[in-house]
Every structure is written in C-alpha cells, then in structure tokens.
DNA sequence: GGGCTTTGTATCGTAGTTGTAACAGCCTTT
DNA sequence: AAAGGCTGTTACAACTACGATACAAAGCCC
C-alpha cells in the first residue's frame, strides 16, 4: 500500500487529488495546513508528499525540508506556472512540480514516475500475472516474466483498464506516444500477439473485431 | 448511471438538452450559472459536462480547469461557430465542442462518442439483454452474444431510445455514418433480421411500416 | 565495430463481416 | 380484391481486419 500526504489549503483541489489517487489505489492522507502536515510527517511515514508551495503557517518549502531528510519523494503544486518558482522548487530537492490548473492525467503519470524514481510503484494483478509499475517488474506466478519497454507499456494499459474495450487509436495514442496517428499498421497486433505469446494469455486478451482489444475480467 | 451536468444560462437551450437526454437515459443536473455549477462539480461526481462558454460569473472556461482534474470529460456548447473559438476550446482540453444551434441528433452522437472515447461506457438492459457500451459486451441471460460491429451499433441505438420509433434515415445515419443517405437497400432490414436471429428478438423489434423500428418498452 | 535485443514494416493467409441481388411475402391504399 | 410499394429472408461474393511469419532497421551494451 503506498501511503501519499497531500498538503493543500484549497478544499476543492485536495479533494480533487484525494479523489483521484484514492480511485488509483493510492492510501491519501490530507492536511490542510503546514502546521498538520508537519504532525503527519512526524507520526507517519509517506511513501510521497504533494505540497502546495503557498500555505498559511509553514510553507511547501519548509515541510520539504521535514521531508527531504526521511527520503520522501516529493512533488510541488504551484498556481503560478513561473520559471523562478518551478526552478526554486527543484533547486531545493523537490522530485517534481506539477502547475495548477492540472489535468489529472499529467498528475497521475507524474506521481507515478517519481514514484518509479524512487523504487514505489502500484501494484496490478490478474489473472496468474503481477504488475508492479514502479519496479517495472511482471511476475507470473511468482517467476519473472522479461518483457520488452512497449510490451511492458502495452500490458500496463490493458490491466489498468481491465474489462474494457480499448480502441486501437487509444493504444496507440498511450503507448506509442500521442502524436501518433496510424491505424493502418499491424504494430499493435503485432505487439499484442507477442504478449499472448509470451503471457500464454490467448484467451485473456480478447480482441474486439475492429475496436480494439480487451483484458478479460475474472 | 451516467450522470451529466449541463450548464446553460438559457432556459430554452437546457430543457431542450435535458429533456433530450434524460429520454436516452442519461441522468441530467442543470446549472445556470457558473457559480452553482461549481458548487455542483464540488459536490458530485459526473460522467460529462455540457459547458456553455458564455455564462454570468464563471464562464465555460473557468469550469474546465475545475473539472479537467477531476477527469471528467466535456463538451463545449458555443453560439459562435468561428474557428478560433472552437481551437481555443479543444486547446484548452475539451473532448468536443457543438455549436449553436444544433440538432438533437449530433448532441447524442458526440455525447455518446465522447463517453465511449473516455471509457465511461454506459450499461443498458432491456428483457434479457444487458449491453455494456465500455466493455463493449452483450450479454443475454448472462451468456456472451457475439455480436458483429454493425449489430452491436443498431442494437445500442435501439436500446438508447426504447420505446421509440427510429427512422430509417437516422439509424443509417448513426450505425452506418452521416454522409450515407440511402433507402433504397435492405441493407438495414438485413441487420435487423440478423438481430433479432441471434437474440431471438423476433417480437421484441417491432416495423413500424414505411417509417423504421422501434424496440419494445416491456 | 560486433553481437544482441528491440521494434516496425511488408506480406500472405484466413476468418469474420458486410452489402447486393433476387425473390417471396406482407401491408396499405384505392 | 388488386396493385404497388415495403419488408423478410436467403445466398453469395466482395471486402476488411486480424494473426502470423520473416526480415530489415534501429537501438543498446559492451
């Protein structure tokens, strides 16, 4: 279970990010003030902290340095995006800095990449298959499964989304990288087939005659 | 449940979208105002929002960057069609955009892609049959029907609008895409009969002569 | 640079899907 | 009741999409 702290004055966006990691899987603690969260960190130990910069009492800079010192990762909430604060930020320790307003995709993929830096990561099962995104490690049935970057990008898609028919177009667009916009290549297959082969998951990757594909659910 | 909140400052154009869309089955919360939408957005989690950009107080932009964390997808209703409002929109982050004024028909069409492009598939059921858009699965009595694309599309619009008689021109239109405009072939009779083969559906589509078809409500 | 892994294109075969043609049967109007 | 248009059904041929293999290009690690 990775524990997060989440220090933000504005109700709204802690909710927000409460909300979203806790549906991630992610245990989220929230403190409105520098004052609790330094509490927090004294009693608990977080596996990451998301800081606002700006807060009554202590300020993001000062718990960083609460932080920093027990080896917590931490990434900064700023409102204003300006290179002075984003450079201040990282120049004192920070793992990452997202900018307000944010879309919760780029939130997700920055905690979880910090958390990888850090050795952290989510963990994903199914079937006789263990994901884990931070070690980048897959496990079946306890033995390792050597998987190659994309193969690994490609499986890691399919499980989050366990059940659901995803389209050719949004593969491509996750995996590959969003500028791409082919449909008329056989990668996809190609990289599908592989991870049957290698998964012996023939069965549990479905393919969804001209959608996409789908990882079985139970 | 797909819950959708509209947020339209004029009372024509909202009922028209409710009353729209609360009839495909969707759950509808109208704001008026920029103001209580947010408060709404603090309070509930939706599937979709229908921003009006123009609005007293909060405007439709304000409203994205609320919800745009939270991941909830959205659609931009403009009055102006001009193109840089429309780029302005979609650089902003909105999934669609739809000007004023529009029909009814290419609403649900974007609000359904939208939705499916999201994965938020919504789940139906009418008799024995349970339609999972997501997942894109139909199951009857519990039991997998495979089902060609075609089929599925024609089934889920009948589903979508229970009860109503749905011209043929329009199921081309929505199964087969807007540029066809032929209804000369039995090229739509043919799915219809291969529905209602494989559900045994053979009372429960009914012809509604000269006009199209129409799924039986109970 | 040499050998290895990874990646993607080209290609072919196959399975699944789709629509037209053709005809039979039905509905509605006159 | 007959005529004329509409719909149901079948069969088949064209078409599309996916699985799979081979191979070449690109990256990577010594």
Redesign the interface.
Known sequence: MIRVLIVEDEP??S???E??LTRAGYRCTVANDGKTAADRIEQNDYDLALLDIMLPGLDGYDLLDYLRPQGVPVIFITAKGTVKDRVEGLRRGADDYIVK?????E?LARVESVLRRNGRGSVMQAFDVVLDSGAHTVLQNGAPVDLTPNEFLLLEQLMR?R?????RD?LYERVWGGDRAETDTRTLDLHIMRLRRKLHWYDHIET????GY?LK?E
């Open positions: 709204l966006i909710r927000l990010i909300m979203n307003p944010f879309a919760v995709e939130l989304n059940g659901a028919a995803l389209y949004t969804v005659y001209r959608i789908r659910k």
